[in-house]
C-alpha cells in the first residue's frame, strides 16, 4: 500500500540568468514501512525535491506542476494552516546539520517537549511557545510532555537522558545532536519521516550506529523513511527501494539488492564504480567525467548525455522514457517479483526492439 505518491513535481527557481528546474516532472512513490532512498551527486535536487514534500520550499521558489498525496490526500491543496499542522506531524525531517536546526537557547529536551506539544501528543496548551513558557512558568518538568522528551532521548540511547534533557544543543557531540533531531522528529510519531543527508559529517562509527538506530526505529514506530544521500554505502546498508537522481530527474529505480547487482543506468553504473569497496580494495575507481550540468535551460534531452560514455546522437534530441531493465526469465519474460520494479530512463536499455 503506497504511503506517498509524488506525481510529476515540478520545482522551479526563478534567477536573473533563467529559470532553475531544480525537480523536474519526478514521480515517486513510498510505501508504508519501508525506507526508500534517493541518492545523487551533489546539485542533482535531492534536497530540494524533500523540501518539496515538506512543503517548505525557500521563498524564492514554486512548486509549478504536479502533485504530492500522503494516504491519498494532496498535500499542495492543503492550506497553510493545514500543512503547518501536518509538518512534524504526519511528516517529520532530519536534517544534516543539527547544529544549525536545533535552537541554542533552548535546552534540547525542552525542544523535544515543544515538538510533543505542538502535534498534540503532551495534553499542554500551545497558545504559548517554549520560549514564552520557560521565561513564565519555567521548564516544566513534571509535564507529559517533559515526560516524553526522556522517553524519545532514551529511545534514541541518549545515555542519561534525564540530566541531558537539561543540557544546550553546544553540549551535545555531533552524533549525539543527530539523534536528538531524530528524538524530535519520531516524538509526534510521524507515518513519513525525511532524512535529509543524517550520517554527514559524522565518522564512520557514529554513522553506523546512526543507521542502525533509524532501521530500529522504523519497525518500533512504524514509520515510512525517505532517506536522502550520496553514500552509496548508507543506501545498500539499511535501504529497501532506491531512486537515483540526476540533474532534477529520477533516472533508475529499483529493488535495492538488484540495483547494486544490476545497475542499468549509465549514471548509476558510474556512481558505483567510483564508489570504494570492501571486497576488492585493490580495484582502480573509475570517476564520472565532467560536472552536474548548469540547471537553466538544459539544451540536451537526456540530461546525462554530455557525460555518458555511451551517448549517441538520439541521446541529445529524444527526451528518454522510463523502460523496464530488471532480469529476465529463460523466455524472456520479466519474474513477477521485485525485479519488475527496475525500470531506467535510458535510449540505450530496455527490451532489445525499443534500443537504440
Known amino acids: 500500500m503506497s504511503l506517498l505518491e509524488v506525481d510529476g513535481l515540478h520545482t522551479r527557481f526563478p534567477t536573473p540568468r533563467?529559470?532553475?528546474?531544480?525537480?523536474?516532472?519526478?514521480?515517486?512513490?513510498?510505501?508504508s514501512g519501508e525506507i526508500v532512498g534517493l541518492v545523487g551527486e551533489s546539485g542533482s535536487g535531492k534536497s530540494v525535491l524533500a523540501d518539496s514534500i515538506a512543503g517548505i520550499v525557500e521563498e524564492s521558489g514554486e512548486i509549478a506542476d504536479g502533485d504530492v498525496r500522503l494516504h491519498d490526500e494532496s498535500l499542495l491543496a492543503m492550506s497553510d494552516a493545514e500543512r503547518r499542522e501536518m509538518r512534524g506531524g504526519a511528516i517529520s525531517m532530519v536534517f544534516q546539520d543539527p547544529m544549525n536546526s536545533l535552537n541554542p537557547t533552548l535546552t534540547v529536551g525542552e525542544q523535544i517537549a515543544e515538538s510533543v506539544r505542538l502535534h498534540g501528543h503532551g495534553g499542554e496548551s500551545t497558545r504559548l511557545s517554549a520560549e514564552v513558557k520557560r521565561k513564565i512558568l519555567g521548564?516544566?518538568?513534571?509535564?507529559?510532555?517533559?515526560?516524553?522528551?526522556?522517553?524519545?532521548?532514551?529511545?534514541?540511547?541518549?545515555?542519561?537522558?534525564?540530566?541531558?534533557?537539561?543540557?544546550?544543543?553546544?553540549?551535545?557531540?555531533?552524533?549525539?545532536?543527530?539523534?536528538?533531531?531524530i528524538a524530535m522528529a519520531l516524538a509526534a510519531e510521524p507515518d513519513l519521516l525525511i532524512a535529509d543527508e543524517p550520517t554527514t559529517a559524522l565518522d564512520v562509527t557514529i554513522q553506523a550506529q546512526?543507521?542502525?538506530?533509524?532501521?530500529?526505529?522504523?519497525?518500533?514506530?512504524?514509520t515510512s523513511i525517505l532517506l536522502i544521500?550520496?553514500?552509496?554505502?548508507?543506501?545498500?546498508?539499511?535501504?529497501?527501494r532506491v531512486n537515483v537522481m540526476y540533474a532534477g530527474e529520477i533516472v533508475e529505480r529499483a529493488e535495492a539488492r538488484e540495483l547494486f547487482d544490476n545497475p542499468q543506468h549509465p549514471y548509476t553504473q558510474g556512481l558505483i564504480a567510483s564508489t570504494p569497496r570492501l571486497d576488492t580494495p585493490t580495484e582502480d575507481l573509475q570517476p564520472i567525467e565532467g560536472n552536474v550540468p548548469d540547471l537553466i535551460d538544459i539544451p540536451y534531452a537526456c540530461h546525462f548525455a554530455p557525460r555518458c560514455p555511451e551517448a549517441k546522437r538520439e541521446c541529445y534530441e529524444v527526451p528518454p522514457d522510463f523502460r523496464p531493465v530488471g532480469r529476465t526469465l529463460d523466455d524472456g519474460t520479466m519474474p513477477d517479483d521485485e525485479w519488475g520494479d527496475h525500470v531506467a530512463a535510458c535510449l540505450r536499455r530496455g527490451p532489445e526492439e525499443e534500443q537504440l
Open 18 to 31: 533563467g529559470t532553475v528546474d531544480a525537480v523536474n516532472e519526478v514521480d515517486l512513490t513510498i510505501r
Open 139 to 181: 521548564a516544566a518538568k513534571d509535564s507529559e510532555a517533559w515526560r516524553r522528551a526522556i522517553e524519545m532521548l532514551e529511545t534514541v540511547e541518549i545515555p542519561e537522558p534525564e540530566s541531558r534533557a537539561v543540557d544546550y544543543p553546544h553540549e551535545f557531540s555531533g552524533g549525539m545532536r543527530q539523534r536528538a533531531m
Open 210 to 222: 546512526i543507521l542502525d538506530e533509524l532501521r530500529a526505529l522504523k519497525d518500533a514506530f512504524d
Open 229 to 240: 544521500t550520496h553514500d552509496l554505502s548508507v543506501v545498500a546498508e539499511v535501504c529497501d
